[in-house]
């Protein structure tokens, strides 16, 4: 009998199978006093039997993991499968109630976020936002009090002048269109502008700076063959045309200005500003997606690059910032569509993700690494201010940092202006967090 091997099943990709609470974790250092609130962390988390020849590493069942933090202690650690779809049906729990959107109990597996008061559970391609509660138990789906057309995304960027949520947001369903969303303080889509797309792209994140928004059409795009046989159904089409559009952010379909460039996939923006004329948009950039490797993203090593948008003569400029395998890269999100200096990147490549983690200087160039460790793999690194007053790269880098030797994992934070030297405090977590996606530092209510 032939055994399929599946490299998103094993190691650290693997899933836990059990939800643990633990309480007064122990620590080694000191946790700064000014983190008063929850890490938290979303990823998939296959339940019940998945077969292997066929499983997409993004279509296992939702998990959030966190950690509470305050007074500098270390709470408490819970790890939650998020209750929609299979769950409801391996767990034997009530369904939670609330709105299914076009019969797609998606899982809520790659982003977890606070706003208007909520903890939210995200997922794109029509799947809807799950509200979960302080300790992260699944409330109810939402669709933002019924403002909300579709599914949502992934990846909100939050407005740091208006605290509002900007998506891009997309579903097959849609046929050649995508929906510019946005979400105001109180929780409500506010505003819904579609906007043409020369197929139906996967289209993970957006860009946002002070007055426009970019927009990615790239050759990752629905599989209808895929979808028939219950596969993840998005596919590298090399017949597709690569393009950006940037759209002022009170335009609409007919105001977007659409950029050739050169094919390549992009899961994840650093940061998008304005430069006059122009916009600047840094980012990941992959060679490919989907293309032979249909159960994950490894179609070659993503590098860090720039597109700078010229308004005035509809040109584009593409420049690598650093040909080093990574990503899932963030920022001080301060400063969220305006100029900045400082990104923060997870060391990945051909068959690995993560280990060190890097800080880049991108006025200088310069980047400094940090080394966990032998046998250690990091995840998305995010950063937060010590203060709400204090410089861009005064406060503290927090991740998951995943020990082959003893398989468990630490929640360990850096000081970013110290980024190389040893962790402020590393958290010792009663179980591994497996390999996942996306996550933020949620501060408690002043």
Same mark, same amino acid.
């Given at each position: 009998?032939?055994?399929?091997?599946n490299? &998103?099943?094993?190691g650290?990709f693997?899933?836990?199978?059990?939800?643990?609470t633990?309480?007064?974790?122990?620590?080694? %250092?000191?946790?700064?006093?000014?983190?008063?609130?929850r890490?938290l962390?979303? #990823?998939?988390?296959p339940?019940g039997a998945v077969?292997p020849?066929?499983?997409?590493?993004f279509?296992?069942?939702?998990?959030?993991?966190?950690?509470?933090?305050? =007074?500098?202690?270390?709470?408490?650690?819970?790890n939650?499968?998020v209750?929609? *779809?299979?769950?409801?049906?391996e767990?034997?729990v009530?369904?939670?109630?609330?709105?299914?959107h076009?019969?797609?109990?998606?899982?809520?597996?790659?982003?977890?976020?606070?706003?208007?008061?909520?903890?939210?559970?995200?997922?794109?391609?029509?799947?809807?936002?799950? =509200?979960?509660? &302080?300790?992260?138990?699944?409330?109810r789906?939402?669709?933002?009090?019924?403002?909300?057309?579709?599914?949502?995304?992934?990846?909100?960027k939050?407005d740091?002048?208006?605290?509002?949520?900007?998506?891009?947001?997309?579903?097959?369903?849609?046929?050649?269109?995508?929906q510019y969303?946005v979400?105001d303080?109180?929780g409500?889509?506010t505003?819904?502008?579609?906007?043409e797309?020369?197929?139906?792209p996967?289209?993970?994140?957006?860009?946002?700076?002070?007055?426009?928004i970019?927009?990615?059409?790239?050759?990752?795009?629905?599989?209808?063959? !895929?979808a028939?046989?219950?596969?993840?159904p998005?596919k590298?089409?090399?017949s &597709?045309p690569?393009?950006?559009? $940037?759209?002022?952010? =009170? #335009?609409?379909?007919?105001?977007v200005?659409w950029?050739?460039?050169?094919?390549?996939y992009?899961?994840?923006p650093?940061?998008?500003f304005?430069?006059?004329d122009?916009v600047?948009?840094d980012a990941?950039?992959?060679?490919?997606?989907?293309?032979k490797?249909?159960?994950?993203?490894?179609?070659?090593?993503?590098? !860090?690059?720039?597109w700078t948008f010229?308004l005035?003569n509809g040109k584009?400029?593409e420049e690598?910032?650093?040909?080093?395998?990574?990503?899932?890269?963030?920022?001080d999100?301060?400063?969220i569509?305006k100029?900045?200096?400082?990104? &923060?990147?997870?060391?990945? *490549?051909p068959?690995?993700?993560g280990g %060190?983690?890097?800080?880049?200087?991108?006025?200088? *160039?310069?980047? /400094?690494?940090?080394?966990?460790?032998? %046998?250690?793999?990091?995840? /998305?690194?995010v950063?937060?201010?010590?203060?709400?007053?204090?410089?861009?790269d005064?406060?503290?880098?927090?991740?998951? $940092?995943?020990?082959?030797?003893t398989?468990?994992?630490?929640?360990?934070?850096?000081?970013?202006?110290?980024?190389?030297g040893?962790p402020?405090a590393?958290?010792h977590l009663?179980?591994r967090?497996?390999?996942g996606?996306?996550?933020?530092w949620?501060?408690?209510?002043?």
């Amino acid at each position: 009998m032939t055994v399929v091997e599946n490299r &998103y099943l094993e190691g650290n990709f693997a899933p836990v199978t059990e939800e643990v609470t633990a309480t007064d974790l122990p620590v080694t %250092g000191t946790i700064p006093a000014s983190l008063q609130g929850r890490f938290l962390r979303n #990823g998939p988390n296959p339940i019940g039997a998945v077969d292997p020849a066929t499983y997409h590493w993004f279509g296992g069942e939702g998990m959030v993991h966190g950690v509470r933090l305050a =007074e500098g202690k270390a709470d408490w650690y819970r790890n939650r499968w998020v209750r929609a *779809g299979k769950v409801l049906e391996e767990l034997h729990v009530p369904d939670p109630g609330g709105p299914i959107h076009s019969d797609m109990d998606f899982a809520a597996n790659t982003n977890v976020i606070g706003h208007a008061g909520k903890t939210l559970a995200i997922v794109e391609a029509g799947g809807r936002p799950i =509200e979960l509660s &302080y300790e992260l138990d699944t409330l109810r789906r939402g669709d933002f009090d019924g403002t909300l057309p579709n599914g949502f995304t992934a990846h909100p960027k939050r407005d740091p002048k208006t605290g509002e949520l900007h998506a891009v947001c997309y579903w097959w369903g849609l046929g050649n269109q995508v929906q510019y969303i946005v979400v105001d303080t109180a929780g409500k889509v506010t505003r819904v502008v579609p906007i043409e797309t020369t197929g139906a792209p996967m289209l993970h994140d957006m860009g946002l700076s002070e007055q426009r928004i970019v927009v990615l059409d790239l050759p990752c795009v629905f599989d209808l063959d !895929l979808a028939m046989a219950g596969r993840f159904p998005y596919k590298w089409d090399p017949s &597709y045309p690569a393009r950006m559009g $940037v759209m002022p952010r =009170e #335009g609409g379909n007919d105001d977007v200005k659409w950029f050739d460039i050169d094919p390549c996939y992009v899961f994840h923006p650093m940061n998008t500003f304005d430069d006059g004329d122009r916009v600047v948009f840094d980012a990941v950039r992959h060679p490919r997606m989907f293309a032979k490797e249909l159960n994950g993203p490894n179609e070659g090593a993503p590098t !860090l690059d720039r597109w700078t948008f010229d308004l005035s003569n509809g040109k584009v400029v593409e420049e690598r910032l650093d040909d080093r395998g990574q990503e899932f890269p963030r920022h001080d999100e301060r400063l969220i569509g305006k100029p900045y200096r400082y990104g &923060y990147v997870l060391e990945a *490549g051909p068959n690995v993700l993560g280990g %060190g983690v890097i800080k880049h200087d991108l006025h200088t *160039g310069a980047s /400094e690494r940090h080394d966990f460790g032998k %046998g250690t793999h990091a995840a /998305e690194p995010v950063f937060v201010p010590a203060s709400d007053d204090a410089a861009e790269d005064d406060g503290y880098v927090i991740t998951f $940092v995943y020990d082959e030797g003893t398989n468990s994992s630490d929640l360990v934070i850096l000081h970013a202006q110290d980024f190389a030297g040893g962790p402020v405090a590393s958290v010792h977590l009663p179980q591994r967090v497996p390999y996942g996606f996306h996550g933020n530092w949620v501060p408690d209510p002043a």
